[in-house]
């Protein structure tokens, strides 16, 4: 059985830089929610980038709200490795020559194990949202079910996009590839 592991991005390295939402040709800002969501995008224009707070480029980046940012290494890493369920957004950071991808996970599995969760609450009738009735609220230490994942290898648990899981191998490749700018939490 292989480990899973949830990536993030390594806010203590040291001089990083920090990206802002991306923004389509007319500056203005693209819905950042819909690379969790799962499906495959059709954009019309090369997406830009603007950088927060100047620093040290990385390979492996969020946005503020979660977008993941990636240079070419990645997506070679990835190819070489036959990762399916991805999609890679062709992506302009301002200031840099890149070439950077915004990558949009294209599976969302039902996979999160609320009894091994250190806290799981659901939104409730009561809470004033009824859209978001019975869907997660809170997922803290998150944990995952890993026979519910099949054989993916990249993915987001259902009920909480926020989330970016990856495979034990594709940890181990990204880390011997040296990829920069990530922190791993095993889930």
């Keep these: 059985m292989t480990g899973y592991f949830e990536l993030h991005s390594n806010m203590r390295i ?3 830089w920090v990206l802002k939402s991306p ?9 950042p929610w819909q690379f969790s969501e799962g499906r495959a995008l059709s954009l019309r224009s090369e997406l830009r980038l ?20 990636v240079h070419g290494r990645v997506v070679q890493l990835f190819t070489r490795m036959g990762i399916e369920g991805v999609q890679f957004l062709p992506a302009r950071v ?52 890993p026979t519910k994942v099949g054989n993916a290898r990249i993915f987001r648990p259902w009920g909480w996009p926020v989330a970016l899981i990856i495979s034990e191998d594709l940890k181990q490749a990204m880390e011997a590839e040296g990829i920069t ?6 889930v």
């Excluded at 923004?23 to 819905?31: S, W």
């Excluded at 070439?99 to 599995?109: A, M, S």
């Excluded at 009894?115 to 803290?140: L, M």
């Excluded at 700018?181 to 095993?186: C, K, L």
């Design 14 to 16: 040291p001089g990083r």
């Design 94 to 145: 301002e200031g840099h020559s890149g070439p950077y991808f915004i990558l949009n996970t294209l599976r969302v599995i039902r996979c999160i194990d609320d009894a091994r969760c250190e806290e799981v609450r659901y939104w409730k009738p009561e809470d004033g949202q009824p859209e978001k009735v019975g869907e997660y609220r809170v997922v803290a230490g998150l944990r995952i079910d």
């Design 50 to 69: 603007p950088v927060s707070l100047p620093g040290r480029e990385l390979d492996f980046s969020l946005t503020g709200l979660g977008v993941v940012v």
């Design 181 to 186: 700018g990530t922190r791993f939490v095993e």
């Design 23 to 31: 923004m389509d040709e007319h500056g203005q800002e693209v819905d």
